[in-house]
């Protein structure tokens, strides 16, 4: 559908709403995907598909509805009106919502995020089958169970009764890996992916190198002696552990009073030495986008600096409750509610050197496990299975199994023993963080 066509649509239903003494904010999305898959030489799997969503977020008389389609017909479409007008009847009033974003007419301008896609498919075939014999070419391994190249595009639009249209455009590609190691009657297996805009920006040979690394290195791991040891997450890791208590940047969490950081701000929450924003724009970054889920414009916003809690994440409902001001932090999907959500997590560089960072002894863990069965987010109490290596000087002098990390997330932070001047970011290009040696993690091993 062409960006007139989709314009004229979503005026159709906010005039729909108009006439049921209503407001709302409408998302529309299209997407188009490609995967390949490979499995012992050959493709096992080909797949193009094509989706489209439309989702209403209905308000009246202070009562929200939610409603979407994967239809576009006028049937379909007054069908998705009616069913959001039924639920918000069934609603309980929420003072707190409501559509404020005026006439915001913003698009992503940002031309690095939707580049022309020329590769040939044979290209892409033959990567994906590269990625598999490429593995299996590697000493000791003897299987490759997950290799596959994906690419997505997907466009989206979003509309309201305040005279908003705001329209977002993007590509992506990326591809993974894993690697099954066997030797001496002990098997390891490491699995990893990465993201880029363009086919010829992956890096696949480094990737299989990598994977394969970990997985070898890994092998003749054994449990530590159980201890307090200081501690090196990988920037993966550390992504995933701060997803587990993300929530307590969240506004909305502290609206519903179950976020540990609520009544924090302006108060130390973390070591003097880390700074954590969230920013609209980096380089290469996959959630680069002008708007949020309401269609303020999205900003850099400083959550913690130097310690010190500055901001939750903030929607209007949200931002309406404190009495604050919204900070272009919505979150919301074609099927889903109003939330809160960052643009890329950005820990800030440290005084310190890499070296500096390794220096003595610790562990870097490379693997975790049982991640959001064993996280707690609102006491911050976590054990997790783990991997990596017992490390001195920079230097892996053991491979590490079977050990389980615990402590609390919250007084983690504040336990930090050097935090490094380099900025790394995970694989899926979201979250950015320098070298960070946490002291006095509780291991249990043997």
Known sequence: MSQLDMNQLLARLLDQVADLGAEADVIANQEKAFSLKADKGELSEYKVTSSQQIGIRLI?????????????DASALDAMVQDALDASRFAKVDPDQRITVQQSRLITDCAEIHQADTTAVEEKIALTLCLESGMLALPDVTGAPYNGFFEGESRLWLANSQGSICEHQEF??????????????????????Q?????????????????????????????????????????????????????ALSGKWAQQGINPWRDKLGQSVASRWLTLESRAYM??????????????????????????????????????????TSNGAAARSARSALDVAPRHLVFGLGPHGEAEVQSGEYLELVKLDGLHSGADAVSGDFSFGASGFLCRNGERVAPVRGITVA????????????????LHHDDGKDFYAPLIRFGGLSIAGK
Do not use: W
Not at 172 to 192: D, F, K, N, T
């Open 407 to 422: 402590g609390n997330f919250y007084r983690l932070l504040g336990e930090l023993e050097a935090v490094g001047n380099q």
């Open 195 to 247: 993201y880029a805009r363009r086919f010829d920006e992956l890096e696949s040979q480094p990737l299989i190198r990598q994977i394969h690394a970990v997985a070898d290195g890994l092998l003749m791991g054994e449990a530590v002696p159980s201890g307090r040891y200081s501690v090196i997450f990988s920037t993966h890791c550390f992504a995933s552990l701060f997803g587990c208590f993300q929530s």
């Open 172 to 193: 992506s590609v990326g591809c993974h890996s894993s690697a099954l190691i066997e030797r001496e009657g002990r098997q390891s297996m490491h699995y990893q992916g």
């Open 283 to 324: 380089p290469g970054g996959m959630k680069i986008k002008a708007f949020d889920g309401e269609g303020a414009a999205t900003s850099d916003l400083l959550l913690i600096g130097e310690g010190e809690l500055k901001t939750l994440l903030h929607n209007s409902a949200t931002a309406r409750h404190f009495g604050v």
């Open 60 to 72: 009246k008389e202070g009562r929200v509805g939610i409603a979407y389609s994967e239809s576009l």
